[in-house]
């Protein structure tokens, strides 16, 4: 008979998340899709090359909304239960409210395992291809700046001339064996090789430069050499944090490779720990909807669970956030940016359950 509870609470649990999850894929869909309408509307291509690349972006979005997902389906589920009687039917058999919640708890857990070791490869080879597909026609686009494993690829557009820098790769603030060239009106003005260059602040201070003038047919070395740009290590490593391309198996595997083409260890880091964090954070959100449904004996509207679902969301959305830019602005350390959240969710968690477990 346990088996078969467990197995009806189980499986219905499962279609609400299914339901939700695919309920929120088609909003994300959607929303992006006029994001995708807009970056592509000067050129001439078909309307299904939007629709692809909404498609290939928004499971990554998915992943990371996940616990919000579990959150408010719990909610729903748990709400459920309560009205339909299905909770009552179940405490005849000895079910308690605490061993409802672990069962659909410890499930949860299990999912985020199942998410980080099968989907989130599946949608790390879906955002890569996003981002290529969408470096591929970034020609149209003033600025561009794409790291990869051919090193560092900038483009700068100025009037009618443009820039096309590339660097082997890019150490700290440092860009190592540059090439860049220099395009007027579509024709190829200069060439500078360069060995390094600190790109702290514009312009750049780039050592032993060589600059091949096309217009003048001669080459000039310098030791020292100022290039401007629009570009610096700062906002250059800004939009070097998207590690959404590179799976969770793949930054334990070749966590060292990572760090060697240029990912820093603290950029590292952080995302393992959030990668770890989601079963924990599934976990943690099925038992904050049950303390706010099962754990009343109150019969409320549902527009108060409505309420509380989206005031709790968003109060703990921009609790990670916080938290996240305390750790980054190093004011706590980047383990405990990333926890924090959950320590304090786990504490209101605890006391909810003794409360809960009383009932």
Not at 163 to 192: D, G, P, Q, V, Y
Not at 313 to 340: H, N, P, R, T
Request: proline share 2%.
């Amino acid at each position: 008979m346990n088996k078969i509870i467990n197995k009806y609470l189980i499986v219905k649990f499962c279609k609400i998340v299914f339901n939700t999850v695919l309920i929120f894929l088609a909003l994300g869909v959607v929303l992006n899709l006029f994001e995708e309408i807009e970056f592509f509307k000067n050129l001439n291509l078909f309307f299904a090359l939007p629709v692809i690349l909404s498609l290939s972006y928004v499971p990554t979005l998915i992943l990371e909304l996940l616990p919000f997902i579990f959150f408010l389906s719990s909610m729903f589920y748990f709400l459920h239960l309560r009205s339909s009687k299905d909770l009552l039917s179940i405490k005849v058999f000895g079910y308690s409210n605490i061993r409802i919640i672990l069962i659909l708890s410890f499930f949860s857990f299990f999912l985020g395992l199942i998410f980080l070791f099968t989907v989130n490869p599946i949608t790390s080879t879906l955002i890569k291809y996003y981002e290529t597909e969408k470096a591929r026609y970034s020609r149209d686009v003033d600025h561009l700046i794409s790291i990869n494993k051919n090193g560092v690829w900038i483009k700068e557009i100025k009037d009618s001339s443009y820039n096309i820098i590339n660097a082997e790769k890019l150490n700290n603030e440092s860009l190592e064996k540059i090439s860049i060239f220099m395009f007027n009106n579509e024709k190829l003005t200069k060439r500078i090789e360069s060995e390094s260059a600190l790109i702290t602040n514009n312009p750049w201070d780039m050592k032993n430069v060589y600059v091949y003038d096309m217009v003048e047919n001669n080459t000039t070395f310098f030791e020292n050499y100022m290039f401007e740009s629009d570009n610096t290590s700062e906002r250059i490593n800004s939009l070097y944090k998207n590690l959404n391309t590179i799976s969770f198996l793949d930054l334990v595997l070749n966590y060292s490779n990572l760090n060697q083409n240029g990912y820093s260890k603290k950029l590292l880091n952080e995302k393992i720990n959030k990668f770890i964090s989601l079963p924990v954070f599934l976990f943690l959100m099925v038992v904050l909807a049950a303390i706010f449904t099962i754990g009343s004996l109150k019969n409320k509207q549902n527009f108060y669970y409505i309420i509380v679902s989206i005031l709790t969301c968003v109060f703990i959305y921009y609790f990670k956030d916080i938290s996240f830019a305390l750790g980054q602005a190093e004011k706590i350390s980047l383990f405990l940016s990333i926890w924090m959240p959950l320590i304090v969710i786990s504490l209101f968690c605890s006391i909810g359950v003794i409360q809960i477990n009383e009932k």
